[in-house]
């Protein structure tokens, strides 16, 4: 297991090993894909991370195409299919209801997926296996992030919101849509973030609330969308709204439950009160928005960007997981291929995986309109297309 000593000081790794040295930046699934990744080719790895702990929050993520055979590779992909979520006892990907509760449209599950392959399983699960795949001279730094980059000839200096200082031969920025490593070398968020006019939100929910077990169900009104998906053992409130890009302290919980009260606060229909008490009530949301982004190079120098940070489909996409899991790895055989020589690996990992994020980025606008419709026409033409099994013919 990783080394989770939480120091309040990040030494400089080189006088502890002749080993190369990696900071990483971000403990979800594109850093702790990197960090085990980078420990198999001879790093030692340093992961720094904003949050207190491991994010373990979040609804239930697919594993699927290349990143299957990565999964594979590294070791953990019979972990991963003993954890999944998907089974016999859930039919149907979603299904559809009107105000009253009563199911008007189903989605089958083979809509959902690229391929009888895929996996579906927990963000908590993922994060505990690629977490206990990484070796154990890791160094886990919580409550902590880089406000500073210098790269010099042999390395890359880093400054601390703790107030330490220590070098690194490689910078991997893997802290997401918000990415300060972006920030620090590339310039502001504005520039390649894309809002693609939809915020959502996830909530914990009791499990069978409401009599909802082992399903997803789905509630539509013009411009947004609520549902409960329950996988038996865990259960999630979820939200999603049409609006312009809004000014707000995106790490603000307050400010979130704000904004998320005031787009329902005149909707009734179906389960929203409920979902709403529990927005009110839950220690933690997740509040964000769906958003891409798009950059001609993900690198400069010794620094180098990984998963959302780097190229973030949306979650519309249903591929951010298996990008992140795909570009470490890419990222990890191209300085292995290259003996290390970041300027080469990190040109070869950009031209390798770009045209797979490309694809993942496309289609993503349908996805939006099929999930969250602007209007109720487009929510009965969406439900027409896919009606119950008792309706079908």
């Given at each position: 297991?990783?080394?989770?000593?939480?120091?309040?000081?990040?030494?400089?790794?080189?006088?502890?090993?002749?080993k190369r040295?990696?900071?990483?930046?971000?403990a979800?699934?594109?850093?702790?894909s990197?960090?085990?990744?980078l420990?198999?080719?001879?790093?030692?790895?340093?992961?720094v991370e904003r949050?207190?702990?491991?994010?373990l929050v979040?609804?239930?993520?697919d594993?699927?195409g290349?990143?299957?055979?990565?999964?594979?590779?590294?070791?953990?992909?019979?972990a991963?299919?003993?954890?999944?979520?998907?089974?016999?006892?859930?039919?149907?990907?979603?299904?559809f209801?009107?105000?009253?509760g009563?199911?008007?449209?189903?989605?089958p599950?083979?809509?959902?997926?690229?391929s009888?392959?895929?996996?579906?399983?927990?963000?908590?699960?993922?994060?505990?296996?690629?977490h206990?795949?990484?070796?154990s001279?890791?160094k886990?730094?919580?409550?902590?992030?880089p406000?500073?980059?210098?790269?010099?000839?042999?390395?890359?200096?880093?400054?601390?919101?703790g107030g330490?200082?220590?070098?690194?031969?490689?910078?991997?920025g893997?802290?997401g849509?918000?990415?300060?490593?972006r920030?620090?070398?590339?310039?502001p968020?504005?520039?390649?973030?894309?809002?693609?006019?939809?915020?959502?939100?996830?909530?914990?929910?009791?499990?069978?609330?409401?009599?909802?077990?082992?399903?997803?169900?789905?509630?539509?009104c013009?411009?947004?969308?609520?549902?409960?998906?329950d996988?038996?053992?865990?259960?999630?409130g979820?939200?999603?709204?049409?609006?312009?890009e809004?000014?707000?302290?995106?790490?603000?919980?307050?400010?979130?439950?704000d904004?998320?009260?005031?787009?329902?606060?005149?909707?009734?229909?179906?389960?929203i009160?409920f979902?709403?008490?529990?927005?009110?009530?839950?220690?933690?949301?997740?509040?964000?928005s769906?958003?891409?982004?798009?950059?001609?190079?993900?690198?400069?120098?010794?620094?180098v960007?990984v998963?959302?940070?780097?190229h973030a489909?949306?979650?519309?996409?249903?591929r951010?997981?298996?990008?992140?899991m795909?570009?470490a790895?890419?990222?990890?055989?191209?300085?292995?291929?290259?003996?290390?020589?970041?300027?080469?690996?990190?040109t070869?990992?950009e031209s390798?995986?770009?045209?797979?994020?490309r694809?993942?980025?496309?289609?993503?606008?349908e996805?939006?309109?099929?999930?969250v419709?602007e209007?109720?026409?487009?929510i009965?033409?969406?439900n027409?297309?896919f009606?119950?099994?008792?309706?079908?013919h």
């Amino acid at each position: 297991m990783p080394n989770l000593t939480n120091s309040s000081r990040i030494e400089p790794t080189r006088t502890q090993s002749s080993k190369r040295t990696a900071l990483v930046v971000g403990a979800s699934m594109a850093g702790l894909s990197a960090a085990a990744q980078l420990t198999d080719i001879g790093y030692l790895v340093t992961v720094v991370e904003r949050a207190p702990q491991l994010r373990l929050v979040g609804t239930p993520i697919d594993v699927r195409g290349e990143a299957l055979a990565v999964a594979d590779k590294m070791g953990i992909l019979d972990a991963i299919r003993r954890n999944k979520v998907s089974s016999d006892e859930r039919p149907v990907f979603t299904t559809f209801v009107d105000a009253s509760g009563h199911a008007v449209a189903e989605l089958p599950l083979e809509m959902a997926n690229d391929s009888p392959d895929d996996v579906e399983i927990s963000r908590e699960a993922l994060i505990n296996i690629l977490h206990a795949r990484i070796g154990s001279d890791t160094k886990f730094v919580y409550r902590d992030w880089p406000v500073a980059l210098s790269q010099t000839g042999q390395g890359v200096e880093v400054g601390f919101a703790g107030g330490s200082s220590a070098n690194f031969d490689i910078v991997v920025g893997a802290d997401g849509i918000h990415s300060s490593v972006r920030k620090l070398v590339h310039g502001p968020e504005h520039l390649y973030r894309k809002h693609l006019g939809v915020y959502y939100a996830i909530v914990d929910l009791p499990s069978g609330a409401l009599g909802i077990v082992n399903e997803s169900r789905t509630y539509n009104c013009p411009g947004s969308m609520v549902g409960i998906n329950d996988y038996g053992d865990r259960a999630y409130g979820v939200f999603a709204f049409r609006a312009p890009e809004t000014e707000y302290d995106y790490r603000d919980m307050a400010a979130q439950r704000d904004l998320l009260t005031r787009a329902f606060r005149n909707e009734a229909g179906w389960h929203i009160p409920f979902l709403l008490d529990a927005v009110r009530d839950a220690p933690d949301i997740y509040f964000d928005s769906v958003s891409q982004v798009r950059m001609s190079g993900w690198s400069q120098g010794r620094i180098v960007l990984v998963g959302d940070a780097a190229h973030a489909a949306s979650l519309f996409s249903g591929r951010g997981t298996s990008l992140a899991m795909l570009g470490a790895s890419i990222l990890a055989e191209e300085l292995d291929a290259s003996n290390h020589e970041p300027s080469v690996a990190f040109t070869r990992y950009e031209s390798r995986l770009l045209p797979v994020v490309r694809k993942a980025q496309e289609g993503v606008i349908e996805a939006r309109d099929f999930m969250v419709p602007e209007s109720q026409n487009k929510i009965n033409e969406r439900n027409s297309r896919f009606p119950l099994k008792s309706l079908r013919h």
